[in-house]
């Protein structure tokens, strides 16, 4: 199996934040329902989404939980010549307070807005279990996988900790990740999360992943590689992957 195609699948699902959730219609038996929904990987890599009770997509996946969500690269001239995942997977509707309060923690700081309709109606965190991905690259580079999602090191309070203390205390350190990966700037930026692998910042209503220059495993090497984007004059390559295509 690809180390190379499994990195390149996980830093697609990480770069976007919305894809179209795919059900088995209730009301229209043996045809498959697609809708959009913004979503983001909880703390064990997997897709989290929040949906209302009424929903069409609910009813589904209530009745039948497989599902799949394809997420392709935004803005693409040519969409057949760029990444694309399908994540074929088992939807969970979250149920234990401490599960929910920990997907409300980090899903409402990606998508803050969230937080008033999630309060005023009837909706509900769901994770999306994977059972398999159907990862395409591009003309030619066509991957069944199995191992895409990595667990979050930081997940809870370490990432939250460090995620406030970035916003409240080094406004200019995320200004220059912004200038450094040539963002647009049209309103400030905050930081929305932090993984093993990189960073994600929010401009308006807009979310970027940021690849750090090699995987961290500790709240000190994240922190490191903080310090070390915010005097570089260049954003760095990430390190190379060892792996086969195929």
């Not at 329902?33 to 703390?43: E, I, N, Q, T, W």
Request: net charge negative.
């Amino acid at each position: 199996m690809s180390v190379k195609a499994n990195k390149h699948a996980r830093e697609l699902l990480l770069k976007e934040y919305r894809g179209v959730l795919s059900t088995h219609s209730k009301a229209m038996p043996g045809f498959p329902f697609g809708s959009v929904v913004p979503y983001c990987l909880d703390a064990l890599g997997r897709p989290l989404i929040l949906i209302s009770r009424i929903a069409q997509h609910t009813h589904n996946l209530q009745k039948d939980p497989k599902c799949s969500l394809l997420v392709g690269e935004r803005d693409a001239e040519d969409v057949q010549a760029v990444g694309r995942v399908t994540v074929l997977a088992e939807a969970r509707a979250l149920d234990e307070p401490a599960d929910i309060e920990a997907a409300a923690e980090r899903y409402y700081r990606f998508f803050p807005e969230s937080q008033g309709y999630h309060n005023a109606h009837d909706f509900d965190f769901w994770v999306l279990e994977p059972v398999r991905y159907r990862f395409i690259g591009g003309f030619g580079a066509i991957h069944w996988l199995d191992d895409v999602a990595l667990a979050n090191p930081f997940a809870g309070g370490a990432e939250a900790s460090m995620v406030k203390h970035m916003n409240d205390d080094h406004g200019k350190a995320i200004a220059h990740y912004v200038e450094l990966a040539g963002l647009p700037d049209k309103a400030p930026a905050e930081l929305a999360g932090i993984d093993a692998e990189g960073m994600h910042l929010r401009i308006g209503h807009s979310l970027y992943w940021l690849a750090f220059p090699r995987r961290c495993s500790t709240p000190k090497e994240a922190r490191e590689a903080l310090v070390v984007l915010a005097q570089a004059q260049s954003w760095p390559v990430a390190e190379a992957v060892s792996g086969t295509e195929g």
